[in-house]
């Protein structure tokens, strides 16, 4: 009787405390593609059913259109929990990605009055959304998740450019010979993307990263997720560790939390339990 009657005390304490406890504002995710990427990413890795079933709802791939301003293609759904996915011009310089995820997020933040707003970018994404938080200000934006972004360039990016370079006494040799490495449409790819592969070299004087990293940031939460799959001194096969690290960049150093996963450089379903893991640290488990 003394049981009953106490579980009975507790469940009724707790109610109360839920009942009185204020609710958590409502979220935004915004999923940020990767190289030569697309919305469509989040969907075919699987992150975004793995999102669905912790309770987010997608509402949407914004893009842009011939009017100059972003267009969100499905229609947009009332959900205490709902993420967005972005569609950016992915051969395009950075900055022009940058630019049209700054508009992006201004639609966004129209539609959602007062909802704080996460960034996720997904390798050189990750590089993305910091880009549109330095030039355009954090806005609605509180947190920044990077997944395997080259913050610190890759030197694949280089090899790329070389590899696509029809200059010189050997340039056509070795287009031709990348051509029959990658097959004609991934070559194709590589060549028509050469400002992005420009953007993505380590930081050096004069280039992107090497304004970027040096630019004041928003004061925002900041988190890296690193994959460690052991190649070499870590990392993956297209971007180092360190590259991914967010400490490592002068701008950032100690403001961010680095999160090792052992997953290749992809995009995979747990990364969902990873973005949400890392959400709920800032916010707590009920956001």
């Known amino acids: 009787m003394k049981i009953t009657t106490t579980r009975r005390l507790v469940g009724t304490a707790l109610l109360l405390l839920l009942l009185w406890s204020p609710a958590l504002p409502a979220s935004v995710m915004v999923l940020v ?3 030569l990427g697309d919305g469509e990413s989040f969907h075919r890795a699987g992150v975004i059913d793995a999102l669905q079933t912790a309770g987010w709802q997608y509402a949407g791939d914004w893009r842009p259109s011939a009017n100059g301003r972003p267009e969100l293609v499905r229609k947009d759904t009332a959900a205490p929990n709902t993420v967005y996915t972005v569609t950016l011009p ?3 310089p950075l900055v022009v990605q940058a630019d049209w ?3 992006m997020r201004r639609e966004i933040a129209q539609r959602h009055p007062g909802e704080p707003v996460t960034l996720v970018g997904h390798s050189a994404g990750g590089v993305v959304a910091r880009l549109s938080l330095v030039r355009s200000g954090e806005g609605a934006v509180e947190h920044l998740i990077t997944i395997a972004s080259p913050h610190l360039g890759t030197g694949r990016a280089i090899q790329a450019l070389e590899a696509t370079q029809g ?8 287009q031709i010979l990348t051509r029959q490495a990658v097959g004609g449409s991934n070559y194709d790819a590589l060549r028509h993307s050469r400002a992005v592969l420009v953007d993505l070299t380590p930081p050096a004087q004069g280039n992107l990263l090497g304004w970027l990293n040096a630019q004041e940031h928003p004061d925002i939460t900041y988190d890296a997720v690193v ?3 052991g190649f070499r001194m870590g990392g993956d096969l297209l971007v180092p560790a360190y590259s991914q690290d967010l400490n490592q960049i002068p701008a950032l150093r100690g403001r961010a939390t680095v999160t090792t996963s052992p997953l290749e450089h992809g995009l995979e379903p747990q990364d969902a339990r990873l973005i949400l893991e890392r959400i709920a640290a800032r916010t707590g488990p009920s956001a």
């Open 33 to 35: 593609h990767g190289y």
């Open 90 to 92: 992915a051969t395009a």
């Open 101 to 103: 995820l700054s508009a």
């Open 167 to 174: 200059g010189g006494l050997l340039g056509p040799f070795r």
């Open 227 to 229: 994959r460690n799959t």
